[in-house]
């Protein structure tokens, strides 16, 4: 008898009215992994990473990683802090033909089509498919027919489900993958404007989805896939800017959570579910909202640990003649202004605002450049030099007061890396008090 997929296990306990729910890493920071898996070991629990699209795909993403690579470096990462890597659920998020779109749908499809089939063969068993989008040859001036996403949706799980055939003849012990489907979430990256009104998904829209995707499946003989359905994605009313944070609601999306209890197999995913409260997670899950993504919050923590060192550094260190500073912050900034591609559509204003997000904004675009040699270089020194002298208790109260009180009592020590990855879990804490019920 096969293994249940642990995230079925997840819905099963969120259908007995147990407010059970995981939080998924949306990040390729090895920094950010290794606190992720290192938090997990404390309580002995799943780890859920995912990849989107625009980041790994079969020509490498903005990653250089396929799916393979990136499996690979996570459990690369795994073996360094000795984390078992069954303990590891991989996503493809937003797969289908969002990095195609401008071609005909035949040919997006097709490149859709080998990416859902390279994701699966990876040993990825959490799988988004997302088909929201117009293509090519599509009317853009009018909305996409639901029953055409859906349509859209059920080809690519049929590729999923031929593919997992395909891992389970040389490997038997291959996890069944479980899908989710729909992708109404807000802009890539933050949204654009700071005073959006987001509008939570109706139940209208919600119900169309599901009943449209069970239909397609069905017409394309994948009434066992259908089974493997979990979760749907929808905006319950989450989402931040630059420098505001557009606070859970629940009586706002009441309506909409109410509904989710008439399917007895689905839960809700909620994307963009960074910077809320501890309190807003735990009222999220106990509404349905199962599966909460995270993803620029854990390297805002990071980006905050890091410049937080370098202060430090400079207060310890500028008067040494005999060591080179490692100028993060400067570096960074130089990297961003080098190569703006990364970040130049998502922030406006002029320069002094542009400056000011660069570094601050909470849409984090910071993160495509803490890769980049001459950034990670700076993050090298910067680890290096700290470890030449004893950072003062003073210092790091000054800098980093929660990791003082932490190394206080004992449960932390002044050793950088160890400050900047307790920084990003910090935020993974904020994310558990709401998805592990006490």
């Known amino acids: 008898m096969s293994r249940k997929h642990p995230l079925k296990e997840m819905v099963a306990l969120q259908k007995k009215g147990v ?69 590891i659920i991989l996503g493809g998020d937003h797969l289908g033909p969002l990095t195609w779109k401008s071609l005909p749908e035949e040919k997006a499809m ?66 069944h993958p479980v899908y989710v489907i729909g992708s109404e979430v807000p802009i890539p990256g933050g949204s654009q404007g700071e005073e959006e009104q987001l509008q939570v998904t109706t139940v209208t829209d919600f119900c169309e989805t599901v009943d449209l995707f069970k239909e397609a499946f069905q017409r394309n003989g994948l009434s066992e896939a259908w089974d493997n359905v979990i979760a749907i994605v929808v905006q319950p009313g989450v989402e931040f800017g630059d420098e505001t944070i557009h606070e859970y609601n629940r009586d706002a999306a009441k309506e909409l959570c109410e509904t989710l209890k008439n399917y007895p197999n689905l839960v809700f995913e909620g994307h963009s579910t960074d910077y809320q409260t501890p309190d807003a997670f735990k009222a999220m899950v106990e509404d349905g909202i199962a599966i909460l993504k995270v993803g620029p919050a854990l390297t805002f923590a990071l980006r905050e640990a890091l410049f ?49 997000a660069r570094k601050y904004s909470f849409s984090d675009r910071c993160r495509y450049y803490l890769p980049v040699p001459e950034v990670q270089d700076a993050i090298n020194r910067l680890m290096h030099n700290l470890k030449t002298v004893d950072i003062p208790l003073s210092l790091i109260s000054q800098y980093m ?29 904020q994310y558990l008090y709401g998805t592990q019920p006490k």
């Open 19 to 87: 407010p059970v729910g995981i939080y998924s890493a949306c990040s390729a920071n090895d920094i950010v992994l290794e606190a992720c898996m290192e938090r997990a070991m404390q309580d002995s629990a799943y780890v859920l990473i995912e990849a989107t699209a625009n980041q790994v795909n079969q020509y490498g993403g903005y990653t250089g990683m396929n799916p393979e690579d990136f499996r690979c470096f996570v459990y690369s990462i795994a073996e360094k802090v000795k984390f078992p890597v069954d303990r």
């Open 110 to 175: 097709e490149e859709a089509k080998e990416l859902v089939r390279q994701f699966v063969l990876a040993g990825f068993t959490k799988i988004h498919i997302d088909t929201s989008m117009h293509l090519g040859d599509d009317d853009i001036n009018r909305k996409l027919e639901t029953s055409v996403i859906a349509e859209r949706g059920a080809i690519l799980a049929d590729v999923a489900e031929n593919a997992y055939k395909e891992l389970v003849a040389s490997n038997s012990e291959a996890l």
């Open 308 to 356: 937080a060192l370098n202060h430090i550094e400079n207060e310890l260190l500028k008067d040494r003649k005999d060591i080179q500073l490692s100028r993060f912050i400067e570096v960074l900034e130089e990297a961003m202004i080098k190569k703006p591609e990364n970040w130049i559509k998502h922030y406006h204003g002029n320069e002094e605002r542009l400056r000011f």
């Open 401 to 429: 007061p929660i990791q003082y009180d932490r190394i206080r009592k004992g449960l932390l020590t002044k050793e950088p890396e160890s400050l900047a990855k307790d920084r990003v879990i910090n935020c993974i804490d």
